[in-house]
């Protein structure tokens, strides 16, 4: 057994949201309504790629803000 870490493949609310820079409210709000989930009884799992799909959707230009 390698000591290496398991890349994660989803990510629960507050890791994503951490690994977005906002808030758990902004990300409830905002971001969590466009995501993927897989959901297992209470837990919510976020895929990493429709996380990154996401920013990709919606990024803008630095000289557009």
Request: proline share 8%; no cysteine.
């Given at each position: 057994?390698?000591?290496?870490p398991v890349?994660?493949?989803a ?18 709000r905002h971001?969590?309504?466009?995501l ?9 799992l ?6 990154e ?12 803000a």
């Amino acid at each position: 057994m390698s000591d290496r870490p398991v890349p994660r493949i989803a990510l629960t609310r507050d890791e994503a949201a951490i690994a977005l820079g906002i808030s758990l409210k902004s990300f409830t709000r905002h971001v969590a309504p466009d995501l993927p989930v897989v959901r297992r009884g209470r837990l919510r799992l976020y895929p990493v790629d429709g996380i990154e799909r996401w920013v990709r959707d919606n990024q803008e230009r630095a000289d557009a803000a």
